[in-house]
């Protein structure tokens, strides 16, 4: 477990960007937290770290999967929006985490029991105004020390 933390948006997405720098296909990350925590500006990070622009990266308002053509596909997957678990089979989730892609998920509570357990944790939490403490569980020694 490594805990970080920043002092405003820029710091929170530089955190994801050395995440997604970190990451090979078949990764799954779970991000947790609270509404407006700073969770897509992560997933902005990560994305970024593949080369995906980050105002391709959008909340989830009405799409919940979105898959990115890079190498390894991208696929960033919001949750916000699910109420039932059984949606997430309706979705279609188990098709798109795993293999040789990297999954994001946001909101990866609403999935508990049903992603990896080797999935990577990312707990945000407010500190203050702009300030978060952003803690993750699952990265190995050796790339816990590049971020």
């Given at each position: 477990m490594k805990q970080y933390s920043t002092k405003g948006p820029d710091e929170?997405?530089?955190?994801?960007?050395?995440l997604g720098q970190c990451l090979k296909p078949g990764d799954v990350v779970g991000l947790y937290g609270e509404l407006g925590s700073g969770k897509t500006v992560l997933v902005k990070g990560i994305a970024r770290a593949f080369g995906i622009n980050e105002r391709d990266i959008t909340s989830a308002s009405f799409t919940i999967i979105t898959q990115y053509q890079t190498s390894p596909a991208f696929i960033h997957i919001d949750l916000y929006r699910i109420?039932?678990?059984?949606e997430l089979t309706e979705i279609g989730i188990y098709e798109q985490i795993g293999g040789d892609r990297i999954?994001?998920?946001e909101w990866a509570e609403k999935a508990e029991g049903w992603l990896p357990e080797d999935m990577i944790a990312v707990h945000?939490?407010?500190t203050g105004k702009n300030d978060r403490e952003i803690t993750i569980e699952g990265l190995d020694e050796k790339n816990r020390d590049n971020i």
């Open positions: 929170t997405f530089e955190i994801g960007y050395r109420e039932k678990t059984e999954a994001v998920i945000v939490q407010y």
